[in-house]
């Protein structure tokens, strides 16, 4: 089970959906440059629990990750994302 965290995400421009992921060990500014989609997206660049701007969380697999994106689109109230 997924602890609350303080997920820091880049949320910039307004249409279609695209969250994206960084790898390990990066954070989302890897995807500064996809970030102009801006103009006819919404761009949602996430740092992963332990990365970049968000809260560590010690013993994360894969699936909590998974969980936590699933748990940001609920928030933000997406239903459908690239």
Same mark, same amino acid.
């Given at each position: ?20 992921? %960084?790898?390990?060990? $990066?954070?989302? @500014?890897?995807?500064?440059? /996809? ?20 809260? %560590?969380?010690?013993? $994360?697999?894969? @699936?909590?990750?998974?969980? /936590? ?14």
């Amino acid at each position: 089970m997924i602890r609350n965290s303080n997920l820091f995400v880049h949320d910039v421009g307004s249409g279609l959906p695209i969250v994206l992921i %960084h790898g390990y060990p $990066l954070h989302h @500014g890897i995807w500064e440059n /996809q970030f102009v989609l801006s103009d006819s997206y919404r761009i949602l660049a996430p740092d992963l629990p332990g990365f970049g701007r968000s809260d %560590h969380e010690n013993g $994360l697999t894969m @699936g909590d990750y998974a969980d /936590q994106i699933t748990a940001l689109l609920d928030e933000k109230k997406i239903e459908k994302a690239v």
